[in-house]
């Protein structure tokens, strides 16, 4: 089946012929602050900065998968651009994702740029780890404060059926790396599949503590066409608490990491254990984020198919940030007030695959 990661995203025709207003409803800017119309401060973005990747991971993306032209792509330039706007508006953290931003030629420079943003505070990545090896102590030099890596088992027939071409040792090599290169609390983000890592749970928690360092369990979300059913893999927060709860004691943390991870500790271990419910624990009150896809799309709610394109205006406006900020500003007004991921899960209800989106 051939499926295109370029999809547009149904931008609303409101939109489409999208001009800046000239002065913010929403959020008050001259404040550097991000407010939705909910009252929710916006002060975290996702910027995926490629949608390409070197797995095919099978909840992500379809088989075959068309990539986006070049030329529909953010430059590294553009994207520290979009980054600097963010944090000229109040944004203190970002997180870079993709596809997989490692295969992106000088994500270094990028990285470095992102980090030196006068009022950033956090600069942190996700990664498949394929190319943690190689980068752990570039990216540490370069000013990045935590990696996320996914890994959704520890064997490595399994880990090549679900990747569809991953080599599990490159991801472990990785990891190692990244631990020797200092970064402390990497965490293992694991999406949880019945039928497919279901079994495995334990033993993934268990590798998290051995090696002093968090994972979070994230239920599997209905977005982009995959080419097979979501809805006989899907498996919820709690099911999978349970089973760890006869394996280990889980105390209930009061932590948070500001996003929708709900935490459990481990007695006598320093892992955090997360969960990340968009099924059965709806966390959009508290959300605090808006992601920018590689080609330049603001996307306020991961589960809403509203945008706002910015490439057009970063190309229209090359040297004038004001539209930009606008744009933003007016992003905000737009964000929805919550998703709604049914249990369908079989038709996706959002047309964009996460590789586009960034995760
Ligand atoms: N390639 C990098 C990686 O895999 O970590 C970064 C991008 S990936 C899209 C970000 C996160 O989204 C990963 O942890 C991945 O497991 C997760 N993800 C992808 N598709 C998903 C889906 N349909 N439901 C839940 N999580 C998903
Ligand atoms: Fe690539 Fe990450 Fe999607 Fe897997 S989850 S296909 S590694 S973007």
Redo the contacts with the bound molecule.
Sequence with gaps: MRNESLTPAPVSDALLGFTPPTSPATSRHADRTLVDKYGRHVTYIRLSITDR?D?R?N??MAEEMTFLPRAQVLTLEECLRVARTFVDLGVTKVRV?????LVRQNVVWLLEQIAGLPGLKELVI???GSQLDRFAPALRAAGVKRI???L?TLRADRFRAITRVGDLSKVLRGLDAARAAGFQRVKL?T?MMRGSNDDELVDLVQFAVDRDIDISF???????EIGHGRQSTYLGSEEALASLEQRFVLLPSTESSGGPARYWRIPGTATRVGFISPHSHNFCESCNRVRITARGDLYPCLGNNDAVPLLPLLRAHPTDDAPLRAAIVHGMGIKAKGHDFSRQMDAPQVVRF??MT??
Excluded at 218 to 224: D, F, R, S, V, Y
């Design positions: 990747c797995f991971c909840y992500c994702t993709g596809g997989e931003p996700t990664t498949n996320n890596v996914s959704d983000n999406v994230i239920e599997e979300m209905p977005l982009g996460m590789s960034g995760g």
